[in-house]
């Protein structure tokens, strides 16, 4: 049985490392191991920061508050 909310957070880590890659960085995803971060991000020296990003990835349903339910 699929568990749908860990493959929505596993695609948007994806997509998070693949903007951080895009941006020169060295990017590990720490699947499965309940850490602090689940992407580390060791950016290059072009990059205005030189310190390894730890990345925690949330995914929630946006709500418009305007819409009605």
Known sequence: ???KN???GRKFEYE????????GC???????SHSIAD??????????FQKPILIQCKTSKKINPIEKN
């Open 1 to 3: 049985m699929r568990n």
């Open 6 to 8: 860990y493959e929505k």
């Open 26 to 32: 060295l990017v590990f995803r720490t699947a499965g």
């Open 16 to 23: 998070m490392k693949e903007l951080y890659e895009s941006l």
């Open 39 to 48: 992407l580390i991000a060791i950016p290059n020296t072009i990059l205005s």
